[in-house]
Antibody
Framework: EVQLVESGGGLVKPGSSLKLSCVAS????????MHWIRQAPKKGLEWIAL????????YYADSVKGRFTISRDNSKNTLYLEMNSLRSEDTAMYYC??????????????WGQGVMVTVSS | DIQMTQSPASLSASLGETVSIECLAS??????LAWYQQKSGKSPQLLIY???RLQDGVPSRFSGSGSGTRYSLKISGMQPEDEADYFC?????????FGAGTKLELK
């Protein structure tokens, strides 16, 4: 059974930093691209970052580029999101999601339960 | 960025009714479109990928169609457990983008 378990969220002040983790199990983590997706309270979904299976490529949404860094440790089956210079608009539930690619089409086939990040003074 | 315009924002359906949700992309996305269901307080779940391919384990009353810039999700026979938010999402170009969502309620 695929499981993705996020941790590391909390209440932080504007301008501070936070690092989220996502521990994966039930699949060969090192074979799949992984994503971070967030959802502000009562709002829609926003894709924020992708890292390839071998960390060779990383992509970011403009809203977080230069402030957030996605990384992974395949030896620990763990995905990370380092968040710096946090703003109130970064307040959201953060989900890690497993990427699915069949050679032509992409999707997010498994999601974690999410971890809440609140940025407030 | 590719904008995904989803409609309607909300709808109410009776038990057994067939419902459709539409998604319009701001440019062609070559069927690289997925649909997700999010029940209250839960994580999203993949329903459809590649515009029309049903994810394993998803009931066959869910179906997807479309091409180019226009896509739709159909639920053939509303069930109580289908009450949820639904989102479309394109993976054709970075940044990947989602529609704003459709809130589906049981009448």
């Amino acid at each position: 059974e695929v499981q993705l378990v996020e941790s590391g969220g909390g209440l932080v002040k504007p301008g501070s930093s936070l690092k989220l983790s996502c521990v994966a199990s039930g699949f060969t983590f090192s074979s799949y691209g992984m994503h971070w997706i967030r959802q502000a309270p009562k709002k829609g979904l926003e894709w924020i970052a992708l890292i390839y299976y071998d960390s060779s490529n990383k992509y970011y949404a403009d809203s977080v580029k230069g402030r957030f860094t996605i990384s992974r440790d395949n030896s620990k089956n763990t995905l990370y999101l380092e968040m710096n210079s946090l703003r109130s608009e970064d307040t959201a539930m953060y989900y890690c999601a497993k990427g699915y690619y069949d050679g032509y089409y992409h999707s997010f086939d498994y999601w974690g339960q999410g971890v809440m990040v609140t940025v407030s003074s | 960025d590719i904008q995904m315009t989803q409609s309607p924002a909300s709808l109410s359906a009776s038990l057994g009714e067939t419902v459709s949700i539409e998604c319009l992309a701001s440019e062609g996305i070559s069927n690289d479109l997925a649909w997700y269901q999010q029940k209250s307080g839960k994580s999203p779940q993949l329903l459809i990928y590649a515009a029309s391919r049903l994810q394993d384990g998803v009931p066959s009353r869910f179906s997807g169609s479309g091409s180019g810039t226009r896509y739709s999700l159909k639920i053939s026979g509303m069930q109580p457990e289908d009450e949820a938010d639904y989102f479309c999402q394109q993976s054709y170009k970075y940044p990947y983008t989602f529609g704003a969502g459709t809130k589906l309620e049981l009448k």
